[in-house]
């Protein structure tokens, strides 16, 4: 073998200790190769104590399996008491004569990429505990701010019944500003605190018929679709592994941004849902929500699902702008996909993925 750094490969007979060398055994272990071949020190040895069950596990296993390549991971200190890692794969070659097995193994040194993981994993730790830090933080500013914001809010219309029309115009005005915006601030609150909600009130995906739970959601909607003369309507759908109180969020989200943001035509929705496969991907559930409603501009198709980001006033569409955003983070908690195709004028399909297991 030529030495390649980071590289050594060698032969070992049936008792597992090497009898040929080659690549660059010093830069790696500390010792000469000769170190090894004269037995004065044993590849076994250097090996930390935790992980010789395994390794001798392994070459049992390859001893038995010799059309089966044999790859493990473990560590070695090294003569200067460092702890390395290695990759090592396994292959048992034909026996020259009988009691003259013998295992071919290359060796590698993996010690940069799994500092490289183990770097990763703890600043994956670290957004995740900021991230539970930051939804906890929302969840109790939003919570501990609904009280005195409903204390200003009443007092406000408490004001603007007793004294609208006894002030004069402008005081009228301001006083209807002051309530306005105190109403919008405690919408916003109550939809900031259903956000956090879909992380802190979370409970685990069991299996679940959507069409149970959509069926449902059509119920408690049963009096907003009649004002709006909607017609919904949908397909048989599967039973899926969710948070079934999560998922009834995301369809009623759905059914009713499809409502509101009507055309002049009465509105019609229609749910359906198909198995799909995906390169690289597991079996997904593809649902969809199709409106005949006003569309959207496909410039603006990321942006509507952002957290309090609106393309239309709020005095022709009422509402916060976090219903798409809530929408978006429960299919993502499930590990999958949301997304939206439209046509102005003509209605919008909104389309999101769950896998098939959980």
């Known amino acids: 073998m030529q030495n390649i750094y980071g590289l050594i490969g060698l032969n070992l007979n049936e008792n597992f200790e090497p009898t040929s060398m080659d690549g660059t055994v010093e830069e ?32 049992k296993e390859t001893m038995s399996n010799p059309d089966t390549s044999i790859e493990l991971e473990y560590r070695i200190k090294n003569k ?9 794969i396994l292959q048992k070659l034909p026996a020259e004569s009988r009691g003259s097995e013998k295992i071919q193994a290359i060796v590698r040194d993996i010690t940069e990429q799994k500092r ?8 994956l730790e670290e957004l995740t505990h900021s991230n539970e830090e930051l939804e906890q933080f929302a969840y109790i500013a939003s919570h501990d701010l609904q009280e005195p914001l409903r204390m200003v809010a009443s007092y406000l219309q408490l004001l603007q019944r007793k004294y609208q029309g006894n002030l004069d115009e402008k005081a009228d005005k301001y006083i209807y500003f002051a309530v306005d915006g105190a109403t919008r601030m405690q919408d916003l609150i109550n939809d900031l605190l259903e956000f956090s909600r879909v992380t802190t009130r979370a409970r685990e995906p069991e299996p679940t018929d959507s069409e149970v739970i959509l069926n449902r959601v059509l119920c408690d909607l049963e009096l907003f679709i009649q004002e709006n003369k909607a017609t919904i309507s949908h397909d ?55 409106d005949n409603g006003i569309g959207v501009d496909p410039q603006y198709y990321n942006r509507i699902f952002e957290v309090f980001k609106r393309l239309n006033k709020k005095e022709e569409y009422p509402g916060t702008g976090i219903g798409l955003a809530i929408c978006k983070k429960i299919v993502e908690r499930h590990g999958g996909r949301i997304w939206v195709e439209s046509e102005l004028d003509k209605g919008s399909t909104f389309y999101f993925t769950l896998p098939v297991n959980s």
């Not at 200067?80 to 090592?88: L, S």
């Not at 490289?116 to 600043?123: G, P």
């Open 28 to 59: 790696i272990t500390g010792y000469i190769k000769e170190d090894f071949l004269s037995r004065k020190v044993k590849w076994t040895e250097i090996v930390v104590p935790e992980d010789q069950p395994l390794l001798s596990e392994k070459m």
């Open 116 to 123: 490289a993981e183990e770097m990763l994993r703890l600043k």
């Open 236 to 290: 048989p759908l599967p039973e899926v592994i969710v948070d079934n109180t999560q998922l009834a969020q995301v369809l009623q989200n759905l059914i009713v941004n499809g409502i509101k943001f009507h055309s002049k035509k009465a509105p019609k929705i229609h749910i359906s849902a198909k198995r799909i496969s995906a390169e690289n991907k597991e079996n997904e559930w593809l649902f969809s929500v199709q």
């Open 80 to 88: 200067d008491g460092e702890i390395i890692w290695i990759w090592e």
